[in-house]
């Protein structure tokens, strides 16, 4: 630090609480915006970040944040069940299916994902399977539903086709699977604006509003945006009753 920049300091820190006030909460105004900044610049630099991000050599298409914060949630919960919708190139599956060996007490915790489209060359894990057609298809929602039927922990992602009909179909279609206390996730809430993208069009944060005014015993839990910087804002849905 500059030694002016250390007199001013030095000298602000001797001003009375009350001045102080004012100057702190400007400070912490501009970091507020600062983050959102560096949000929309993250997403703004796919080829760099997001698209250029990998779980044991996988490419995954997730903020690092965000899965430090679903290790948190796979720790706490220990599911046996994780539903994805939007496998993509197989990044996320494996990662949660890596998380299942680290947290899961029993062998038994598994993975169903499914995607539209046959990517090839997707990871190889036991606890992974792979579903081919769409999330919301009647015989892709009754392979969910009969897993679902012998688990006791669910947690559902969904991370496929973002515009706001199909987010809504998969929510309605899906959310009954979460059981109480777990998690219903919806990727990229960020979109059209929220902060990044903003001419998407109603995407998964307009699907959340309407879902939640539908669902009551769902809940953003906003704590787990504590890193400030996610892709998910008010898409960590828990499961209240
Ligand atoms: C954002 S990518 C998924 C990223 C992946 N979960 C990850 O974290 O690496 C979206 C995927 O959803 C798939 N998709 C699009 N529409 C779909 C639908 N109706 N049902 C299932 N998957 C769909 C796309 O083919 C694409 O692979």
Same mark, same amino acid.
């Given at each position: 630090m500059s030694n002016a920049s250390y007199r001013i300091r030095l000298a602000g820190a001797k001003?009375?609480?009350?001045?102080?006030?004012?100057?702190?909460?400007?400070?912490?105004?501009?970091?507020?915006?600062a983050a959102r900044a560096y949000g929309r610049y993250y997403y703004?630099?796919? #080829?760099?970040?997001?698209?250029?991000?990998?779980?044991?050599?996988?490419?995954?298409?997730?903020?690092?944040?965000?899965l430090w914060v679903y290790q948190e949630i796979l720790w706490e919960l220990k599911p046996d069940l994780i539903i994805e919708t939007g496998t993509n190139l197989g990044g996320s599956a494996l990662?949660?299916?890596?998380?299942?060996?680290?947290v899961a007490a029993d062998a038994g915790g598994r993975v169903m994902t499914v995607d539209i489209t046959a990517h090839k060359e997707?990871?190889?894990?036991?606890?992974?399977?792979?579903?081919?057609?769409?999330?919301? #298809?009647?015989?892709?929602v009754t392979r969910f539903a009969d897993a679902a039927a012998q688990a006791s922990c669910v947690l559902v992602v969904l991370d496929s086709d973002h515009?706001?009909?199909?987010?809504? #179909?998969?929510?309605?279609?899906?959310?009954?699977?979460?059981?109480?206390?777990?998690?219903?996730?919806?990727?990229?809430t960020n979109i059209n604006g929220h902060p990044v993208n903003?001419?998407?069009?109603?995407?998964?944060?307009?699907?959340?509003?309407?879902?939640?005014?539908?669902?009551?015993?769902f809940?953003?839990?906003?704590?787990?945006?504590?890193?400030?910087?996610?892709?998910?804002?008010?898409?960590?849905?828990?499961?209240?009753?």
């Open positions: 001003l009375p609480e009350p001045v102080k006030a004012p100057a702190k909460r400007a400070w912490r105004a501009w970091g507020g915006l703004t630099n796919a #080829a760099h970040t997001w698209k250029n991000t990998t779980w044991l050599g996988v490419p995954i298409w997730k903020n690092p944040k965000d990662f949660f299916a890596s998380m299942l060996d680290l997707l990871p190889e894990h036991p606890r992974i399977e792979y579903l081919h057609g769409s999330s919301i #298809a009647p015989e892709i515009h706001y009909d199909h987010v809504v #179909a998969e929510l309605r279609a899906l959310h009954d699977f979460v059981t109480v206390g777990s998690y219903l996730i919806v990727e990229d903003p001419f998407f069009g109603p995407g998964p944060w307009e699907a959340v509003d309407t879902f939640l005014a539908e669902q009551p015993g809940v953003p839990d906003r704590s787990r945006e504590k890193y400030m910087h996610t892709f998910n804002p008010r898409g960590f849905l828990q499961r209240t009753s």
